[in-house]
């Protein structure tokens, strides 16, 4: 088998206003994301997903679809899809950062090589080590107050356990006021996490999170900016409540920093940020040796970027979604889909589609429609 064409498409979805999330780093309105199909000689074609967003990654749609074009497809093109590791390590060569591209070819290619040996890609990876039902959380907006209980109401009554507040958007009163407001109204048997993104100072951290304490809150992710791995460390350490590492860890070395300062208590993992599934479980690998679980986080990805998460939530020991639900939630969000059928996210639940590869088909109509539309 031999890889014959790279193919993508610039997609735009649009996200449901009502639950928007809203955080530190602005509004998610709207998706525009890159599909990617890697073509081959036997008619197999392999379909991976690029949740590009400038904000977050420094990558954009339209830079995703001219670097696949020029630079990553020739590296690809009449090579066997096999060989994968090779392919990561060439890509990586070639063009430094962008992980979310480099995440779209390597679930493109896991989905093609499940497809032609006919297995789900966990099993590729070594098998399920956890239950194919995934427990996740859903996530409200840093907005008013009044906005986020009824959201998280509405979600706890589907079936959710575990809500997510979005705080660190400008006034820690504020956040205070939002997730006393969110406990009070769902009592104390429902789980909250709070998310800064990155948004509060080391000071502000200290001081609201020591505020946010008496709420019974599971973890804190991310109190303070993604490159000050010192400052989190510090807040770490004067906290009563564990912290988990996100935006800080897109890369190995990163996870090898927030080991070596013990700044985080709990990482966050998943196949966009970290530049492939692959890069994902070997920062999960190094998590567990050094005593720290992992949480699976998003990107508001649609059904194949989803499917690629619950894949590796699976087959990934140190993914301990039982104790920190993960983030597969990106299908929950959007008004639209790239697939015939839903992906699988119900009452609190997610499911590993079945089938060969990454076990998601596209319906071509509406990924059509989605790329005629105006992002």
């Not at 109190?223 to 860890?249: F, N, Q, T, Y």
């Not at 194949?304 to 929950?332: E, F, K």
């Amino acid at each position: 088998m031999r890889i014959t064409a790279v193919e993508t498409t610039l997609i735009t979805a649009t996200i449901d206003p009502e639950i928007m999330i809203i955080s530190s780093l602005g509004s998610h309105r709207l998706s525009r994301y890159v599909l990617l199909h890697i073509h081959t000689d036997e008619g197999i074609t392999g379909l991976g997903e690029a949740t590009v967003m400038p904000g977050w990654s420094g990558e954009t749609p339209e830079g995703a679809c001219a670097l696949v074009a020029r630079y990553f497809a020739p590296e690809l093109v009449g090579h066997d899809p096999f060989e994968l590791e090779r392919h990561m390590h060439t890509l990586d060569r070639v063009v430094v950062d962008n992980p979310f591209v480099k995440a779209a070819i390597e679930m493109a290619l896991l989905d093609l090589q499940g497809k032609k040996l006919g297995v789900p890609v966990y099993d590729l990876l070594g098998g399920r080590c956890h239950d194919t039902a995934i427990p996740v959380k859903f996530v409200v907006a840093a907005t008013e107050p009044d906005i986020v209980v009824r959201n998280a109401q509405r979600m706890v009554a589907t079936g959710f356990d575990t809500i997510k507040i979005k705080v660190g958007r400008g006034n820690p009163d504020a956040d205070v006021e939002r997730v006393r407001r969110v406990r009070e109204a769902l009592g104390n048997d429902v789980r909250l996490t709070v998310d800064a993104n990155g948004g509060w100072t080391v000071t502000d951290a200290i001081r609201t999170i020591r505020r946010l304490e008496p709420f019974n809150l599971v973890l804190v992710e991310q109190p303070v900016h993604r490159k000050d791995i010192a400052g989190m460390a510090r807040v770490r350490s004067s906290v009563g409540l564990p912290i988990m590492a996100d935006e800080a860890v897109f890369t190995v070395a990163d996870a090898l920093e927030v080991i070596r300062q013990d700044a985080a208590d709990i990482v966050s993992v998943y196949p966009g940020k970290n530049g492939g599934i692959l890069k994902s479980r070997l920062i999960a690998q190094l998590a567990e040796a050094s005593g720290k679980p992992c949480h699976i986080g998003s990107n508001l990805e649609l059904e194949p970027g989803s499917a690629a998460m619950a894949h590796l939530a699976v087959s990934t020991a140190n993914i301990v979604s039982q104790r920190y639900p993960a983030d597969i939630i990106g299908p929950l969000y959007h008004r639209d889909r790239t697939t015939a059928e839903p992906f699988g996210v119900d009452g609190g639940v997610a499911r590993v589609p079945e089938g060969p590869g990454l076990g998601v088909t596209l319906d071509e109509r509406r990924v059509a429609q989605l790329a005629g539309s105006e992002g």
